[in-house]
């Protein structure tokens, strides 16, 4: 039983194009995360929704859309690919918002490669 | 703002040896404070969370890190290391803000 899921796990692309990674959690948690991990395995919050609303918004290309149609999913739209999108991108979930103790369950990950 | 600085990007340890992870915070409230780890190709895994309770904290598989607001530091510690512990481990603060803020990581690796 997968907590917090994520496909695909890898996805390979070619500058310009239009991508989507998508996340599912079966936690029955109200915050949805996506997270970019470089090269560097620096990691850095990008979008988070509480419920179905956006909380947290970082500076983020617009290229980056996020959308939650429920409270268990919560997909990553990255329209004009870059090279510097390469990334590890990670969604995680948690029963409250981030400004609590609240643990974050991570998914596995997408590794995202752009040519 | 917040912040965590872990110092020592790398740190080797020979199995049943000590571990030792450093942590520094920044904040300018009492922070959550949080140890997570990510073996490789997976996601992150908390290990151990820090909630102004006790300032010794028990985590999972044998690590422990301790708050002491005098030394702004949260280090993670495990008395032996064991193979399976090779991994990287973040430290994050959280709290006066929105949004977890992690560490730059520190990757542990086991010498037999």
């Known amino acids: 039983d997968t907590a917090v899921s994520q496909t695909p796990k890898y996805l390979v692309t070619q500058m310009g194009n239009d991508k989507s990674i998508k996340c599912e959690q079966n936690?029955?948690?109200?915050?949805m995360y996506w997270y970019k991990q470089d090269s560097k395995k620096f990691l850095k919050i990008m979008f988070s929704?509480?419920?179905?609303?956006?909380?947290i918004n970082e500076t983020v290309p617009n290229r980056f859309s996020p959308k939650s149609p429920d409270k268990a999913h919560l997909n990553l739209h990255i329209n004009s690919l870059e090279l510097g999108d390469s990334a590890v991108y990670f969604c995680?979930?948690?029963?409250?918002?981030?400004?609590?103790?609240?643990?974050?369950?991570f998914g596995p990950g997408t590794r995202l490669t752009v040519l | 703002a917040q912040s965590v600085t872990q110092l020592g990007s790398h740190v080797s340890v020979s199995e049943g040896a000590l571990v030792l992870l450093r942590c520094n915070y920044s904040?300018?409230?009492?922070?959550?404070l949080f140890w997570y780890v990510q073996y490789p190709n997976q996601g992150l895994q908390l290990l151990l969370k820090?909630?102004?309770?006790?300032?010794l904290v028990k985590g999972i598989n044998g690590f422990e890190a301790e708050f002491k607001k005098s030394e702004t530091s949260f280090h993670l510690t495990k008395p032996s290391a064991h193979m399976s512990d090779a991994a990287e481990y973040f430290c994050?603060?959280?709290?006066?803000?929105?949004?977890?803020?992690f560490g730059t990581g520190t990757r542990l690796q086991v010498f037999p």
């Open positions: 929704y509480n419920n179905k609303e956006l909380i």
């Open positions: 820090y909630t102004s309770a006790a300032t």
């Open positions: 904040s300018s409230v009492p922070p959550y």
């Open positions: 995680a979930s948690s029963q409250e918002a981030a400004s609590s103790y609240s643990e974050q369950f």
């Open positions: 936690l029955g948690h109200d915050t």
């Open positions: 994050a603060v959280s709290k006066g803000t929105d949004k977890l803020i």
